[in-house]
């Protein structure tokens, strides 16, 4: 009996600590980065400074199945941006510019929750894609 008790304590308090860490991660994304990269597109596009996170989650998972492989990623160009790394459209970058380093904006700690929520969270289930990549239409179920 003590044993089932613990045990359902232990998954309460691990359920929590995830839920708060996910919730810690999108305040943080709130706050930090969606200024920029929008949860979702607005009716007026012209409002729109960089690509929705939508988007972006969609080409970084193309090229990236691994969740692991992914947050470095996002982790490492978040911090160092260049042309090279970019995964995104080229007309997007001509459009929108490259991103800003934002290593003076947010510290590895939160950059790893966010990287890591974001991956789990976007693209949204339904999410299509604009645009060919690598010969194919590409599109997240």
Partial sequence: MKSILLRGIVGVVGCSVTLFAASNAESIFDNKCAMCHMKTVPTD?????APPINGVMRHVKMHYPSKHDGVSFIV???????QTKALCMKKKIARFGLMPSQKENISSKELEEVASWIYDTYPRAG???????KG?????P
Avoid: E, L
């Fill in 76 to 82: 490492d160009y978040v911090q160092y941006p260049s």
């Fill in 136 to 140: 194919r239409f590409m599109k997240t």
């Fill in 127 to 133: 999410f299509k894609g604009q645009g060919i990549m």
């Fill in 45 to 49: 596009k012209s409002a729109i400074i």
